[in-house]
């Protein structure tokens, strides 16, 4: 791929990095490693567009099943203590979850589903939802559909599509924005896929320390949040992808704090979370993803650089955390995660 030119500045090339990730998903779908019917939609000229290569759709298939698994689990608990539950997805870029949720079993567990990102690409993709008929269906009764925010967002009964730059203080953006949607009191799933790594770990902390007072006061609900990222980018490997993204104009402060494996949850014990794990896609790939998934997906592709699939896997982690109020509310929240085999310790 071509580096953007030289005139962009940061942020544009930060918001291209939701077409690397909109195209790596459409390319897992196209090449079967994945169902979505939705993100053809979000894609101009899908059809069009090159496949990516073998370790980039297999990363996107690992990363998909154990994200899916995890929103899965938590829209089932919801239905299990008899509530609806909330998502924030922080970065949502073109990500198509809100319309497999909405046409899948656990649609009635949604109270409502909230994306942000810069208001440059929260406008493209309100365009695409008008223009798609497949993707509006999806939204309701279209009388209770609008376009908000001068272009720049979307409101529906259940999906909300909102314009923040995520690094400004909370109180400035978020107050505005989600105070009028988000109820308190349901327990609320917060989804950062590659977002935070973009960020400086203060204004992450910022964000964090948003959602955990408001869920606080007494009667609030349970919060999880799920970040994806790279991270170890300080070996020899992880600094040359730093490299890269660099001739790109893409910094990652947001990778800073977390030199390993083990570093990742304290993202959310140190910000007074209830409990915190991490696995790396190397290891969530060896030890979760099933036997059968792994035996059909040997067979969609020729892979020859397996050594270096396990270097890309093990430089990028799912960490996962759960935030209860008190203990009245801790239920079989405390259950969800992702529940793999011990594989060694070579994720030191
Ligand atoms: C790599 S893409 C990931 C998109 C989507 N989460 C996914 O996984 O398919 C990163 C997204 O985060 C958004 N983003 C990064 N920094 C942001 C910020 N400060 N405020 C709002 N959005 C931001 C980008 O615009 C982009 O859409």
Not at 177 to 182: D, E, F, K, M, Q
């Amino acid at each position: 791929m071509f580096p953007p030119p030289q005139t962009q500045d940061a942020d544009s090339s930060i918001r291209l990095t939701d077409t690397d990730a909109a195209l790596a998903r459409l390319s897992a779908v196209q090449k079967r490693y994945l169902e979505d019917p939705f993100i053809k939609h979000l894609v101009p000229r899908a059809h069009l567009q090159p496949a990516r290569p073998p370790l980039i759709n297999i990363g996107t298939f690992v990363r998909a099943t154990a994200i899916d698994d995890l929103v899965f689990q938590w829209l089932k608990s919801a239905a299990d203590h008899g509530t609806r539950c909330q998502i924030v997805s922080l970065g949502a870029g073109s990500d198509t979850r809100f319309w497999r949720i909405a046409t899948g079993v656990h649609k009635d567990a949604l109270a409502a589903y909230i994306e942000l990102d810069f208001p440059e690409i929260t406008s493209k993709k309100a365009m695409a939802i008008r223009k798609s008929k497949d993707l509006s269906a999806v939204l309701g009764d279209p009388s209770q559909v609008a376009v908000a925010h001068g272009g720049t967002g979307l409101r529906s009964p259940t999906y909300h599509l909102l314009p923040a730059d995520l690094r400004l203080p909370p109180q400035d953006t978020l107050d505005k924005l989600l105070a009028p949607i988000l109820s308190p009191t349901l327990p609320t799933l917060l989804l950062f896929e590659c977002v935070l790594v973009y960020m400086s770990p203060a204004a992450s902390t910022a964000l964090f320390q948003w959602f955990i007072d408001y869920f606080s006061p007494e009667g609030g609900g349970a919060l999880g949040s799920i970040v994806y990222e790279m991270f170890r980018l300080q070996d020899s490997f992880g600094r040359v992808m730093v490299e890269n993204l660099k001739a790109r104009h893409v910094s990652l402060p947001g990778a800073e704090p977390y030199p390993d494996v083990k570093s990742l949850p304290g993202r959310f014990l140190n910000l007074g979370f209830t409990a915190a794990s991490a696995l790396t896609l190397k290891e969530i790939r060896k030890s979760y993803v099933s036997r059968e998934e792994l035996e059909r997906i040997s067979h969609l592709e020729l892979v020859d650089e397996v050594e270096e699939l396990d270097l890309v896997l093990e430089h990028y982690a799912i960490t996962w955390g759960l935030f209860v109020p008190t203990s009245a509310v801790a239920g079989k929240w405390v259950e969800w995660g992702l529940n793999v085999q011990p594989v060694g310790d070579d994720e030191e």
